[in-house]
């Protein structure tokens, strides 16, 4: 069946960074959109990053456009989000995603990794 494994998550002061890394099996890496969503407890997972299947193109969420890059190794089945110049509002759980499209839209997405927690003191 198909897995999406978060890591890297963690505790980090404000201006911090940390890599997260999402490793997946069961799929055709290659030819999926991965991504990555984050929630907040009491609000809904909001969009941060996707990447298009053979890399390349990207998008990011206007929040964390410039401090956060995302990335994927195809040969590794494995996608990763450098966060930099972390703030406390970055404060969510964030879970990795595999879809067919290149979007922000949560519903489009097929799979869903566990969620890995990243926490940001001030």
């Known amino acids: 069946q198909v897995q999406l494994v978060e890591s890297g998550g963690g505790l980090v002061q404000a201006g911090g960074s940390l890599r997260l890394s999402c490793a997946t099996s069961?799929?055709?890496?290659?030819?999926?959109?991965m991504g990555w969503f984050r929630q907040v407890p009491g609000k809904e997972r909001e969009f941060v990053a996707v990447?298009?299947?053979?890399?390349?193109?990207?998008y990011y969420a206007d929040s964390v456009k410039g401090r956060f890059t995302i990335s994927r190794d195809n040969a590794k089945n494995t996608v990763y989000l450098q966060m930099n110049s972390l703030k406390p509002e970055d404060t969510a759980v964030y879970y990795c995603?595999?879809?067919?499209?290149?979007?922000?839209?949560?519903?489009?997405?097929?799979?869903w990794g566990q969620g890995t927690q990243v926490t940001v003191s001030s």
């Open positions: 995603v595999a879809g067919r499209s290149v979007v922000t839209e949560r519903d489009m997405y097929d799979y």
């Open positions: 069961g799929l055709t890496f290659s030819s999926y959109a």
């Open positions: 990447i298009r299947w053979r890399g390349g193109t990207t």
